[in-house]
Nanobody, 117 residues
Framework: QVQLVESGGGLVQPGGSLRLSCAASGTIFSINVMGWYRQAPKKQRELLATITSGGGINYADSVKGRFTISRDNAKNTVYLQMNSLKPEDTAVYYC???????????WGQGTQVTVSS
């Protein structure tokens, strides 16, 4: 079993920045993919970025150039640095980890990000 705990969400003005963190605990396999998703009201959950245990990164077009995903394998923690935030970035942000071996996936509880003046 794996537990994920997100933190760092909050209220920020347009153009501002936030850094989200997600710490994983439990039975963490070395080979995995961690990612950030978001879900706005009435919308589908959207994949934002993924990062593998080997450092490979993918971004959604909507956040490319503004958001940066990173991870600390020793701490089993993934980060999302969000810059130049826009009102349309308002959503609940979730982290996810998927074991490559076995394919088991786990979700955090989410953290609210609100971008408003």
């Amino acid at each position: 079993q794996v537990q994920l705990v997100e933190s760092g969400g909050g209220l920020v003005q347009p153009g501002g920045s936030l850094r989200l963190s997600c710490a994983a605990s439990g039975t963490i396999f070395s080979i995995n993919v961690m990612g950030w998703y978001r879900q706005a009201p009435k919308k589908q959950r959207e994949l934002l970025a993924t990062i593998t245990s080997g450092g490979g990164i993918n971004y959604a077009d909507s956040v490319k150039g503004r958001f940066t995903i990173s991870r600390d394998n020793a701490k089993n923690t993934v980060y999302l640095q969000m810059n130049s935030l826009k009102p349309e970035d308002t959503a609940v942000y979730y982290c996810n980890i998927r074991r490559v071996v076995g394919g088991t996936s786990y979700w955090g509880q989410g953290t609210q990000v609100t971008v408003s003046s």
